[in-house]
Structure formats: C-alpha cells, structure tokens
Nanobody, 123 residues
Framework: QVQLVESGGGLVQAGGSLKLSCAASGTIASINAMGWYRQSPGKQRELVALMSRGGGSTNYADSVKGRFTISRDFAKNTAYLQMDSLKSEDTAVYYC????????????????WGKGTLVTVSS
C-alpha cells in the first residue's frame, strides 16, 4: 500500500510564506500525478495544485496562481508546495494526493490521500 505524509503546516501572518512537503512511501514504481488539495471549514475540498509525472503539466487554482509553486522530487516520490504572499483565505487543511500509482505490481486508479496538515494565516 501507499502512504502519504504531509508536513510543514503551521501558523503564519498574512503576507508570509510556508513550504509544505509530502512524502509517499511504499513499494512505489511510479506516480502519475501528485499534488495538493485544501479544505476550509464549511467548504468542499478544492484543488490547489497538481503536477503530472515528469512535470510536463501543472494545474493551479486561480486563487493561488502567482503565489503558490508546486514541485516534485520524482526520485524521492515527494511533492512540495511553496506558498508565498499568504492570505487569510488560504487558511485550510492541506491534503496531499497521488493519482495513478503503480505499487507492488498493481496500478491503482483511485487517488491516495494524506491525513492533512493545517495552515492558519492570521490577518
């Protein structure tokens, strides 16, 4: 099985920066897409940023374009989210996800999720 563990969340003032990390573990042969979603109280989980295998395609939510940057270390099955110019509306639990994982000789079409890391931006 595949496990995702996020780290790097915390409390930051508006205008500040945080960097989230997500490490995928297990007998992983490949991960097609890896990225981040977030969920605020009373709201649905929404896409923040997603990067394809090899980095050829990257998607960002309009609300974070120009402020957040996703990156991946493909050799380490790790994803990062650099968050700059944070706003109070960025406050949420941030979840790491991996899509299209091949592990132990099995291809998993369903996404795997981490348990989330809380980001709180104070105004």
């Amino acid at each position: 099985q595949v496990q995702l563990v996020e780290s790097g969340g915390g409390l930051v003032q508006a205008g500040g920066s945080l960097k989230l990390s997500c490490a995928a573990s297990g007998t992983i042969a490949s991960i097609n897409a890896m990225g981040w979603y977030r969920q605020s109280p009373g709201k649905q989980r929404e896409l923040v940023a997603l990067m394809s295998r090899g980095g050829g395609s990257t998607n960002y939510a309009d609300s974070v374009k120009g402020r957040f940057t996703i990156s991946r270390d493909f050799a380490k099955n790790t994803a990062y989210l650099q968050m700059d110019s944070l706003k109070s509306e960025d406050t949420a639990v941030y979840y790491c996800t991996s899509v299209g994982v091949t592990s132990g000789g099995t291809f998993y079409s369903q996404p795997f999720w981490g348990k989330g890391t809380l980001v709180t931006v104070s105004s």
